[in-house]
Structure formats: structure tokens, C-alpha cells
């Protein structure tokens, strides 16, 4: 998609493991308002149901299945090796379920960027949703973030925060943070893809003023960001 501004649209290669909802949201912006170009989908996983939502979308397809590898590094650098082909501008991990090596994401600095569903700094790993349930929070939601070696730790653009309801179980918090996970994801690719958002020796900018918290979007909708 020829962006108005006339910049390029971001070359992307997307990682998953699993269903690809959060991939299936970055393809249909793709074809309508976000000039972003899907590369590549590349997943650990053979039987991942969004290998199949690429190859419906017409896109090209790997599959790096970890268990034939030794360990992070040799799986990392063949993940390097399948991604670096296509010389993308940004990694877009999409539910991808591995920790990466730390010589992986030294590849990339400031080029990886990850989904997680759960309030960073709180609930970093798995079993975010129960983790939330349990601790009676009042709100949960999802966090779009840089990935750097330290696990769910990078810088974080924009979070989605909603109210834990008084009869939420796993699932159907799980199903609404998803919901909003599509959004936030795919407006954090169109800031990058106008290169409002920019990372650079270790600081955000949003439309050239810094980013010193994350933009939370409060509601179910996702508005344009107020920055204060
Ligand atoms: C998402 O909830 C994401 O936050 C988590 O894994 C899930 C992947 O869902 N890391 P999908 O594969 O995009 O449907």
C-alpha cells in the first residue's frame, strides 16, 4: 500500500506458534489501511493454524519446527538465517510461544516487536489470565512491546486495559484481551509503518516527543493516543 506521505511500507516478517489471530489482523489491515508488506510467516510449530491463514492470504510460509534443534542458539540462527533472506525492516512476533537467545535478539536491536497479554510490568511469562483472576485485579489487558533480552521486558508502546468482569473465567477474559490485542497491534504497526514512532539508542518518540510510558488505551475502542 503507497502511503500518502510517499515513505515505503514496513517490510515485516511475522513469527507465530499457534492460531494466528493476532497475524490474521495484521493481514487484513495490510489490505486496506496499514502499508505494511507481510515478507514472510514463520512458525516453530508445523500444524499452526496461521501457516494456513498466510498461505489463504497468499503469503510465503516457514516452518522451523524447534524440537529438531539442539538448543536457542542453533533454532535462534536458523530463524536468522530464514528471516534475513527477506531483509525486513521489523520482526513481528504474533503468539509465538519460544524464548529467544539473547545472540537472536542482538541481532536486531530495536527491530523485534512482541504482543503479551497482560499489564507489563505485571504478569510477565504464561498464565497471564488466571495470574490476573487470582490476584482479584480490577484490570488486565495487553501490552505491544520491543523485545530485548530480558524476557517481556523491553520498552512497551501502547497497552489495552479493560476491566476484569465479576463473572470472567480464563476463557472469556482471554477472549476479550484478544479482541483488543488485534487492535493495539495493528495501530502500533501504523505508527511505525509512518515512522511516527521511532526507537533509537534506547528512547521512544511519538511524533518526535518522547514516549516515557506506554499510551494505555482505557476502553474497548482504541482512540488516537493522547500524550501527556
Ligand atoms: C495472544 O494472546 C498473545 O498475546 C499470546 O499468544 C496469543 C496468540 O494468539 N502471546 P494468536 O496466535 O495470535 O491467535
Known sequence: MVQ?????PLRIVVVISGNGSNLQAIIDASQSKLAVEICAVISNRP???????AVIAGI?????????????????????QTIDQYNPDLIVLAGFMRVLSDDFVRNYPGRILNIHPSLLPKYRGLNTHA??????????????????????????????????????????LAQRVQDQEH?????????????????SDGALTL?????????VINSEEVNEPQIV
Not at 4 to 8: A, T
Open 47 to 53: 500444524k499452526a493454524y496461521g501457516l494456513q491463514r
Open 207 to 215: 511524533d518526535g516527543k518522547p514516549l516515557l510510558q506506554p499510551i
Open 4 to 8: 500518502e506521505n510517499h515513505l515505503p
Open 183 to 199: 487492535k493495539i497491534y495493528v495501530e502500533a504497526l501504523q505508527w511505525l509503518s509512518q515512522r511516527r514512532l521511532i526507537w
Open 131 to 172: 495470574k490476573a483472576i487470582a490476584a482479584n485485579d480490577a484490570y488486565h489487558g495487553a501490552s505491544v512491546h520491543f523485545v530485548t533480552e530480558t524476557l517481556d521486558g523491553g520498552p512497551v508502546i501502547v497497552q489495552a486495559r479493560l476491566p476484569i468482569l465479576a463473572n470472567d473465567n480464563v476463557e472469556s
Open 60 to 80: 510465503k510460509c516457514h516452518t522451523i519446527d524447534h524440537t529438531e534443534y539442539s538448543g536457542r542458539e542453533t533454532f535462534g540462527a536458523k530463524l536468522k
